[in-house]
């Protein structure tokens, strides 16, 4: 059975910093390209970052060198690391499975709710 857990959102203020979690199921992580993706109120899904399982990542312009995405084979962990939050970067984000470093795979989280404030 495939699961991927998110944690570590909450409420920030501006400038401010988070990390996600995305705990995911072996089978899904060990041979898989992982990512976040995230959601604003009204708009589509958009991707956010990827990571291959070799390391490799894409990120989307509006996160470069402000997020870090990373893996951790050994417990079936991703993360993002959030620094210089802005308030557009409200958005449910979701931690997906599966995909390449550029689209998304099949499988998905139940996200977490991330919210800065100005």
């Known amino acids: 059975q495939v699961q991927l857990v998110e944690s570590g959102g909450g409420l920030v203020q501006a400038g401010g910093s988070l990390r996600l979690s995305c705990a995911a199921s072996?089978?899904?992580?060990?041979?898989?390209?992982m990512g976040w993706y995230r959601q604003a109120p009204g708009k589509q899904r958009e991707l956010v970052a990827t990571?291959?399982?070799?390391?490799?990542?894409n990120y989307a312009d509006s996160v470069k060198g402000r997020f870090t995405i990373s893996r951790d084979n050994a417990k079936n962990t991703m993360y993002l690391q959030m620094n210089s939050l802005k308030p557009e970067d409200t958005a449910v984000y979701y931690c997906n499975g599966g995909g390449t470093r550029y689209y998304h795979g099949d499988y998905w989280g139940q996200g977490t709710q991330v919210t800065v404030s100005s």
């Open positions: 990571i291959t399982t070799g390391g490799r990542t």
């Open positions: 072996r089978s899904i992580f060990s041979t898989n390209t």
